[in-house]
């Protein structure tokens, strides 16, 4: 059942990719694993799923310890306390949501401790949300610069979550949004920002038309969670 459920995602993937004249290769797909079972998350790498992200840092490390034995590439893509980097520094290849000074510079001296250089992604809070965490766009550019500063800190591009619409249409405004920034980053400050994570169960066929290249994918995956 996972391996056809796999299979559905993988072609919507594909569909999306086709109409906006973009290469499968091109997209990462993550199993969003938040409340997700371990025995479940290890079906679907059976099945070809390698990417999964967790949102909560005590439900993944006790995820990491039991599926230890897999070659499971770990993101981590909620909002992160500084107090608990120190438990996932060594852990997760890319942290989806660098989003404060105080955290980039404890990430940094985490990193550094362990001679690592961490990847990550800035998360810009496009929707002026309160409950969501995230760097203003206006604030974007000093934080960037910020983030060249750190030794130990790469920046890989952007991530966003932006606000729920029942139509995803209404939300192309916002992947939109974060492209623009991304590539006006990428212009003033002569680097290559390699990811734009954007786009979920909902919407992510609207955020690989606009140039999405990580989808965060649970309810569609793994079904409805507790």
């Given at each position: 059942?996972?391996?056809?459920?796999?299979?559905?995602?993988?072609?919507?993937?594909?569909?999306?990719c086709s109409r906006s004249?973009?290469?499968?290769?091109d997209i990462i797909l993550l199993g969003a694993s938040k409340g997700v079972q371990p025995q479940k998350i290890r079906e679907f790498f059976r099945c070809g799923l390698y990417v999964f992200g967790e949102n909560r840092?005590?439900?993944?490390?006790?995820?990491?310890?039991?599926?230890?034995d897999l070659s499971i590439d770990w993101h981590?893509?909620?909002?992160?306390?500084?107090?608990?980097v120190k438990y996932i520094i060594d852990k997760v290849s890319l942290i989806h949501s660098l989003d404060r000074e105080s955290l980039l510079e404890e990430l940094d001296k985490r990193a550094g401790s362990l001679g690592k250089i961490q990847d990550v992604l800035i998360e810009v809070?496009?929707?002026?949300?309160?409950?969501?965490?995230?760097?203003?766009?206006?604030?974007?550019?000093?934080?960037?610069?910020?983030?060249?500063?750190?030794?130990n800190i790469r920046v890989l591009g952007l991530m966003c979550i932006p606000p729920y619409r029942e139509n995803p249409e209404e939300v192309r405004v916002?992947?939109?949004?974060?492209?623009e920034l991304k590539e006006g980053l990428e212009e003033e400050f002569s680097v290559k920002l390699l990811h734009l994570?954007?786009?979920?169960?909902?919407?992510?066929?609207?955020?690989i038309e606009e140039?999405?290249?990580?989808?965060?994918?649970?309810?569609?995956?793994?079904?409805?969670?507790?």
């Open positions: 059942m996972s391996c056809q459920v796999l299979e559905e995602v993988e072609e919507r993937i594909l569909n999306a004249g973009r290469k499968r290769e840092v005590q439900e993944f490390l006790k995820k990491w310890e039991e599926l230890k981590f893509i909620g909002n992160l306390q500084s107090n608990k809070n496009l929707g002026g949300e309160e409950t969501k965490g995230g760097v203003e766009p206006e604030g974007l550019r000093d934080f960037f610069q910020k983030c060249l500063k750190a030794k916002y992947f939109s949004k974060l492209r994570s954007m786009g979920m169960s909902h919407d992510f066929k609207v955020a140039g999405s290249t990580i989808v965060r994918i649970g309810t569609l995956l793994f079904g409805s969670r507790k």
